[in-house]
């Protein structure tokens, strides 16, 4: 089964940014809605943003607005999340997955199945 692979992570200070990629071997990824989502230890995974497989429209968390920006390059096969002004309550296992719907209620594993993720840690 085809599954993500998530890039990108590491540990930044408050306020500092990290650029997170999504790939896929084998597997258009500009054919789909592709979502981010994030698992903090202890919690549920959380959906963080997503874009609709024709890229005009995005969908985001109150909590990333104005701090994220979701973006794809079909020719790269890779959807990015460009993460500005991090908070330590960032802090999470980064994920993306196929999804469905308004807002991408919908995750379609069957399509592609999760990754390992990419841990993203903000700390000073």
């Known amino acids: 089964q085809v599954q993500f692979v998530e890039s990108g992570g590491g540990l930044v200070q408050p306020e500092g940014s990290l650029r997170l990629s999504c790939a896929a071997s084998?597997?258009?990824?500009?054919?789909?809605?592709i979502g981010w989502f994030r698992q903090a230890p202890g919690k549920e995974r959380e959906r963080v943003s997503c874009?609709?497989?024709?890229?005009?429209?995005?969908y985001y968390a109150d909590s990333v607005k104005d701090r994220f920006t979701i973006s794809r390059d079909n020719a790269k096969n890779t959807v990015y999340l460009q993460m500005n002004g991090l908070k330590p309550e960032d802090t999470a296992v980064y994920y993306c997955?196929?999804?469905?719907?308004?807002?991408?209620?919908?995750?379609?594993?069957?399509?592609?199945?999760w990754g390992q993720g990419t841990q993203v840690t903000v700390a000073s």
């Open positions: 997955a196929v999804v469905q719907g308004p807002n991408c209620p919908i995750i379609r594993t069957a399509l592609a199945s």
């Open positions: 084998g597997f258009t990824l500009g054919s789909y809605d």
């Open positions: 874009i609709r497989d024709n890229a005009g429209r995005t």
